[in-house]
């Protein structure tokens, strides 16, 4: 198709060349007809930059951190280099205006952010009615990706809601002093927290990632007493 539009192109042109003999000029000049230009290669501005067929932050891009196919490990959050969040768990969580509570089959998620200079950090325990309560539950007995399970966030991004780091407590001891559907009261003593790939749903711990230990947190997630 091409082809036949540069035959046409062609043709006018001659055309109009030749339709008045005594307008031609000898030395007249004829453009040249050229191909069209290629497609340029897309660009991306800094930070952005170009991996595959699309352009990410690689200053904040924990898959792409710095370049593209550097990932972070388990833990670490991106700021252009990989490297583990500081640490961040609260020993005090309080309620807030921003708890959540969410359903997940026979499973209740509690949701308190923490705030502090560096951004948003949601503390994030899951937990059933069937766990008593004023009991000790050692974690470290907890199969991952069981209930009950303390998770933490570093960082989350309020437009995407991802989180640059996650955290699973491993270890420590856990007791629930009230728990309900809007109401979440209770300690966690000397845990070790260690960072995780695939997110708190789907919690895979990374050896070579990041830990905290000795972490204690007295926390009261709430949006209503229990009945």
Do not use: W
Not at 19 to 40: N, R, Y
Not at 85 to 114: E, H, K
Not at 143 to 149: E, K, Q, Y
Request: net charge negative.
């Amino acid at each position: 198709m091409r082809r036949m539009k540069h035959a046409g192109m062609l043709f006018v042109l001659f055309m109009a060349a030749c339709g008045d003999d005594a307008a031609v000029q000898p030395d007249a000049f004829v453009p040249p007809i050229d191909a069209p230009a290629p497609d340029a290669a897309p660009t991306c501005a800094a930070p952005m930059k170009m991996c595959g067929n699309t352009c990410l932050d690689v200053s904040i891009d924990e898959t792409n951190c710095g370049d593209c196919g550097i990932e972070c490990k388990g833990g670490e959050a991106c700021d252009s280099t990989c490297a583990c969040a500081p640490m961040f768990i609260p020993a005090t969580l309080t309620p807030s205006g921003f708890d959540q509570f969410q359903a997940m089959g026979g499973a209740q998620i509690a949701i308190g952010p923490y705030f502090d200079n560096a951004g948003i950090h949601p503390i994030i325990i899951g937990y059933t009615a069937a766990i008593p309560l004023a009991t000790d539950i050692d974690l470290s007995t907890v199969a991952v990706g069981d209930l009950p399970f303390v998770g933490a966030g570093y960082r989350v991004d309020t437009t995407t809601f991802a989180i640059d780091a996650s955290f699973l407590a491993t270890a420590g001891t856990l007791r629930l002093t009230s728990a309900c559907a809007t109401d979440l009261e209770g300690t966690l003593t000397n845990a070790t927290f260690r960072g995780i790939t695939g997110g708190l749903m789907d919690p895979m711990v990374d050896p070579n990632g990041c830990m905290f230990t000795g972490v204690t947190m007295a926390f009261h997630i709430s949006t209503g007493a229990c009945p």
